[in-house]
């Protein structure tokens, strides 16, 4: 139902992005030759950086099919102005390396410091136009086209609705009131019975049927009763309460089905984080392998053997891993677990922890063979903490939820607090990560947790 703009919209988005990466073509074409002052850049004259024609549409419908692809025009994607951003550079880093393809296969003579002009003027003014017209929805009023919303139940999930509605206004949704058999006030418009008439009377565009389970019998008598009204129906299925984070439809062979486990990403962000993982873990190799070879040196020389330590941990969706980590403390330290809180709060004087231990905590270094985990897929760079298993099975049903996403080295908890708070009590720092990823979430949180580490704030 949340809609950020409409299709006749999305179809004006379509045509000037065309536009603005033709005239973006253009003036790369012009501002050529004012950097014939660098030292690596060809000498071009004033109007004699020419390109044929044929570029100038075939970049634009390039670039237009990228964003497609991206779902940068969908109306129901990227509602948040950060998920609108990380999905329109991505389509706009893919289609400038499809266009540098298509001119070495075809124009190979092109100013390559053109083309450089070129991206960066498309990408700019693509972001820019967006970045301006959010700005104007904001101070302006601009707001995408009107859709009137009746909610039949007044209970928790219909109250969620509403909610949910006034929040959203600005994207054009505007709430009603209520049908129900057991509220009444002013935002109750009638009984359930009535609903053919209220809906003939308010003329909404969407009816939500919020309806708590033990009255699913009165969901087909009212479809019945709207199916010939001009009302698009939506149902809410109770079960919706029973899910670890967030409930979706599927199909399987043309029934459909109702995945109350399904996760927080979509099959693109998945792609996206794993693929970020990957490159910047093998883009750090290079630093990282030396440095956990000194580790281990130093461990073997300072403690002696085992240099690694095997931790049972519970990552994505309750599924239990082994995580890797450079041992910190004295050999068979379990046996000497305090009887206090130690299991819940890590101690900064912590007897059991070596020299060589309390640098590598100090550090962060102890966290280095997680590199691993996050090769096999096990973890994430970015996300909640593993947990122990011990731990997890003293969760309350909301605070599984934090297992919606890959868990990960470092997360919204570790740049807020790290090992200053209790392990059980950061739950809802991970779930804010979780309702709120996104890739320049995750760059964010690893911005941060350099400049965390390097303070050695809460790290012990």
Known sequence: MLRRFSVNFALFSIALDALL??????????????????????????????????????????????????????????????????????????????????????????????????????????????????LGQRWLGFRAEQRRVLVVGAGEIGRQVQTQIQQHGKLGLLFLGFLDDETSGDEVLGYLNDARQVVMAQKPDDVVIALPGWAYQRVNTLAAELHDLPVRTWVIPDYFALALHRAQVDDFAGLPLLDLRAPALSDYQRLTKRAFDVALVLLLAPLALPAMGLISVAILLADGAPVLLRQKRVGENGRVFDMLKFRTMVPYAELLLPEDDSLLHKRRDDPRVTRVGGFLRRTSLDELPQF?????????????????????ERYETWQRKRFAVPQGLTGWWQINGRSDKPMHLHTEDDLYYVQNYSLGLDLLILWRTLWTVLSGRGAY
């Open 21 to 134: 990466v033709a005239a973006a073509l253009r003036l790369a074409v012009l501002y050529r030759p004012a950097l014939n002052a660098l030292s690596f850049a060809q000498t071009i004259e004033a109007g004699g950086a020419l390109l044929p024609d044929v570029l100038y549409i075939v970049f634009p419908i390039l670039w237009v099919a990228v964003l497609l692809l991206f779902a940068v025009y969908d109306g129901r994607r990227n509602l948040r102005v950060v998920d609108e951003m990380s999905s329109l550079t991505l389509g706009c880093l893919l289609a400038a390396i499809a266009s540098a393809g298509a001119l070495y296969l075809s124009f190979r003579d092109v100013s390559r410091l053109l083309f450089v002009l070129f991206a960066l003027f498309a990408v700019v003014s693509l972001g820019g136009w967006r970045l301006l017209y959010r």
């Open 372 to 392: 691993f985990n996050i090769l096999r897929g096990e973890m994430s760079l970015v996300g909640p903490r593993p947990e122990l298993p011990e731990l997890v």
